[in-house]
């Protein structure tokens, strides 16, 4: 008497329920990288009005220091944009004569455009966490001795700006559980460069001595943030 089935057909439920575990598997692998901020906000570069604050030559080459434009950045959460007006305590006509060629006049017109407008520049925002995370704080990091450099990246060798860590919650954890390699000493905070020539062994020794001194604790539970 014939089967209806060939024989062959007794291993469709393990080859279905193998192929359900590996689909399974890869969906979530899949989401586990890609629907992440680790994938979407790492290297976001937003088109800048005038095509953008060129950091590298700012913070670079002339070696100026972020609370020149950032100036409540010790005070306050937020790390303010400059106003038009600081702009144009450098930018105003006749003001650089090193750069006093048609091509930077060009290329920061608008600038003085605004000025004369009494507008301000509509920067386009970069670092931004979720609406419902109270805003990072700054002046509580900078007060702490966390460089710069740890969620910026070294900006100074940007010549657009990006966002340069995924700013996750899992990433800020992972810094409050083992902050030592994040603290440098307070006068350094913005010295990306100097920081940079440090060797990590000898950073995590400092950071260790820092979170001592200063009698830190880096909160893990909820309401640091979701408040």
Not at 22 to 42: I, R
Not at 182 to 195: E, G, N, P, R, S
Request: net charge neutral; with cysteine.
């Amino acid at each position: 008497m014939s089967t209806i089935f060939p024989s062959w057909t007794n291993k469709l439920p393990t080859l279905i329920a193998g192929g359900a575990v590996s689909a399974a598997c890869l969906a979530v692998g899949v989401a586990w990288y890609y629907f992440t901020p680790k994938y979407w906000a790492v290297g976001y570069m937003p088109t800048q009005p005038g095509g953008g604050f060129n950091h590298q030559i700012h913070a670079g080459k002339l070696g100026m220091d972020c609370r020149y434009c950032h100036t409540k950045v010790e005070e306050s959460a937020e790390a303010n944009i400059p106003t038009v007006e600081t702009c144009m305590g450098c930018h105003a006509d006749g003001r650089l004569k090193v750069f006093n060629n048609q091509a930077h006049k060009d290329k920061t017109d608008f600038i003085r455009a605004a000025y004369a407008a009494d507008e301000s520049i509509e920067w386009r925002r970069i670092h931004k966490v979720p609406d419902y995370v109270r805003n990072f704080p700054h002046n509580a990091h900078i007060a702490a001795g966390v460089s710069c450099l740890s969620c910026h990246g070294n900006i100074a060798r940007m010549p657009v700006v990006y966002q340069h860590e995924p700013l996750s919650m899992g990433w800020c954890l992972d810094c409050h559980r083992n902050p030592e390699p994040h603290l440098v000493a307070k006068d350094m905070v913005t010295k990306l460069f100097d920081i940079e020539k440090i060797p990590l062994d000898t950073r995590i020794e400092q950071g260790r001595k820092y979170y001592e001194e200063r009698r830190l604790a880096a909160p893990e539970g909820c309401g640091a943030c979701h408040y």
